[in-house]
């Protein structure tokens, strides 16, 4: 059932790869632009080895949560939600666009794991769920705003807020901590060489959303080695 469970999600990050050549063209445009050449079927066609990337981190993040989740059918709601998040990397990392179509979808495959109580290993308590996507939400709104209004410019858009919110439904507000602290490392270990470099300028588009996804997968995929390091690292300041 497991080795099933795999193919399943390595045959779902695959499929939903091959899915972006075929997202509508307003999906990836902001509110009130029109669809560019850049936008067409024809430019979005994924390499091979992508479509396949996409399936293997898709099925190393399920098997690494296969262990919390709970429900026959959990796993594979699991491996779609996955799925959607590697979509949605996708079309911020070609167009710096979080298309609200497919946030909308993660929301309802996150809703369904949630009442399915395939979350529960994972969020202990009913209202963490609402709680780490209000978390997310306006935690990051409050550090838009104040980013704003220091630097009078958007540090990151409105869809990595309602990304964020996602996250943290997903992961819960313990996970939303992680999956945010990897996501700015990571993003960080990318910026400052290209910062360095000048390859990458203060007032150029970054899109964020990538690190915000993968800060997640890896956080829902290595749920139980999060816990332990945080246990072991309370445990060690709290006997000194």
Known sequence: MKLFALLCAFASGTLFGCAFRLLPEKWLCDYGEAPRA??????????IWQLLLCGVLCALCTAGA??????????FL?????????????????????????LLLGAILAFLL???????TMQTAWYLPFLGAA???FGLWGVLALA?????????????????????????????????????FSAA???????????????????FGPFLVGGALCTLGAWQTWHSVINWYFGFFSSI
């Not at 949630?114 to 529960?120: E, H």
């Not at 704003?148 to 819960?172: E, N, Q, R, S």
């Not at 910026?191 to 007032?203: A, E, F, H, Q, S």
Request: glycine share 10%; charged share 15%; with cysteine.
């Open 38 to 47: 850049c936008h067409a079927a024809e430019c979005r066609r994924l390499p």
């Open 66 to 75: 296969m262990q919390q989740l709970q429900g026959l059918f959990a796993p």
């Open 78 to 102: 699991f491996a779609m939600f996955a799925g959607i998040l590697l979509l949605v990397a996708l079309c911020d990392l070609r167009y710096t666009i979080l298309p609200d179509e497919l």
């Open 114 to 120: 949630y009442c399915s109580g395939a979350l529960r």
């Open 135 to 137: 978390l997310g939400f």
């Open 148 to 184: 704003a209004k220091i630097y009078h410019t958007d540090a990151l858009g409105f869809g990595d807020v309602k990304l964020l919110a996602l996250i943290g439904f997903i992961c819960g507000p313990f996970g939303l901590g992680i999956a945010t602290l990897l996501a700015v």
């Open 189 to 207: 270990l990318v910026c400052v060489p290209l910062l360095l470099l000048k390859k990458l300028k203060r007032t150029d588009i970054f899109a």
